[in-house]
């Protein structure tokens, strides 16, 4: 078994090859489209020809509303999550990643390409027993290496991958990108493309800042804040398994610019900008849980644990002496408002919160950064309903509907300068 943690991965391997081995991760978008598929088969055919070993890991086709993608096969369940389970969840939405590979590995087949679909437990990939958001445990590349030494390309399904107990998992949004990077990991490749629907990664969403700037390259630890902050650039565990690993890694698209977004472990100080790019989350809820005084820190650690046992993730929490205040996702906030309440707490609901970021390694230690953020939004004219900050971000929930105002602002404020 090849360890492999997506916190700390430590890869140790003795697989001998003749030939190096390229990793290509394409996502949903791409997959689904037909226009580009050719252009998708020309680029692992010119791949084979320059002499590398192909592994090619996919995501689901499409976005919402197509019939294969992740959002689409969800729908299918009721929207109550008593009626579901987490372990069927992630059989359910597995599905639309092992058809993808389907589909690939036969469309390269028909363009003469000797190629075979894998699952991510087929692949070797181990996870824990959290459904929905697993983290990959290790990774056994034997079956993939047996596939390599007779056969062109390996497709894996991304997103996925077997616990120790034998429940298929799902790896959490942007997993794909984790399967590839963590492959890359445990096949010792030359190096990684993560091929997305843009031309590379962006100083903002480029379709809600139009002055967004491409980035020729970023530092790994930025790109992981980004990440977690809500931009879909790349998935946060990919960007820490690239830096600790120090794994070649550029993010492109097919039929743009050759060398798109190089991710660099390691930027030295003195290159770095102090903010790299603006970020925003999804649509979120603000719960606000009244407290008494005299027992706050004892009602306050119920709260956390209630949201934890129910297995949702809190973020923004903020806690004084009569109440504590924190943001979870919608999807989860009758539930854990029911719970709360079960316990004789008042919790009061602020609903359509976003959470906007500006982020960059750089600005540690630097001073005046929380100051101009906060000038920045009050002159945009942006209610901020709470702030969170770290040696790498800062951030502020607004109301949604003011997200793309207050990234413009922000951009215009902190990059374009």
């Not at 492109?252 to 989350?281: F, N």
Request: charged share 20%; hydrophobic share 40%; aromatic share 4%.
């Amino acid at each position: 078994m090849i360890e492999c943690q997506t916190d700390s991965v430590n890869i140790e391997s003795s697989i001998r090859r003749k030939k190096p081995v390229i990793v290509k991760k394409f996502g949903g978008t791409t997959i689904g489209n037909s226009r580009l598929l050719p252009n998708i088969i020309h680029n692992i055919g010119r791949s084979l020809e320059e002499g590398y070993q192909v592994v090619v890991v996919v995501s689901a086709m499409g976005r919402k509303g197509d019939p294969y993608a992740t959002e689409t096969l969800l729908s299918l369940l009721p929207d109550d999550l008593n009626y579901s389970t987490s372990r069927e969840r992630d059989l359910l939405m597995a599905c639309g990643e092992i058809i993808s590979a389907v589909f690939l590995a036969s469309q390269l087949r028909k363009h003469g390409i000797s190629s075979i679909a894998r699952t991510g437990a087929e692949a070797g990939i181990v996870t824990d027993e959290e459904h929905g958001n697993a983290r990959i445990l290790g990774i056994n590349p034997t079956q993939v290496m047996t596939d390599l030494s007779g056969i062109e390309t390996v497709v894996i399904a991304g997103f996925q991958g077997i616990s120790q107990s034998g429940c298929l998992t799902t790896l959490g949004r942007g997993g794909s990108d984790t399967s590839a990077v963590a492959l890359a990991c445990a096949l010792h490749a030359e190096t990684t493309e993560i091929y997305t629907d843009t031309d590379g990664i962006f100083s903002a969403d480029p379709k809600t800042v139009p002055n967004a700037r491409i980035l020729n390259e970023i530092h790994a630890e930025d790109i992981r804040q980004m990440a977690w902050e809500g931009a879909r650039v790349l998935h946060p565990r990919a960007a820490e398994i690239a830096a600790s690993q120090k794994i070649h890694l550029q993010v492109k698209r097919i039929g743009g610019p050759e060398q798109g977004t190089v991710i660099l472990p390691i930027v030295p100080v003195e290159t770095r900008a102090v903010i790299t790019a603006v970020a925003s989350g999804a649509e979120v809820d603000q719960l606000t849980v009244a407290l008494d005084a005299s027992k706050y820190l004892e009602q306050s650690t119920r709260v956390y644990e209630t949201v934890a046992d129910a297995g949702v993730s809190m973020d923004m929490f903020t806690l004084v002496e009569q109440m504590v205040r924190f943001t979870i996702p919608v999807i989860h906030t009758q539930q854990i408002v029911t719970k709360l309440s079960k316990l004789g707490f008042k919790t009061i609901v602020r609903k359509h919160c976003s959470k906007v970021s500006i982020v960059g390694a750089g600005m540690h230690g630097i001073k005046g950064v929380m100051a101009k953020f906060a000038r920045c939004l009050l002159n945009a004219n942006v209610p901020v309903l709470q702030t969170v900050d770290s040696h790498a971000t800062i951030s502020a929930l607004i109301p949604s509907h003011q997200v793309k105002s207050a990234l413009i602002a922000l951009h215009e404020t902190f990059i374009e300068i």
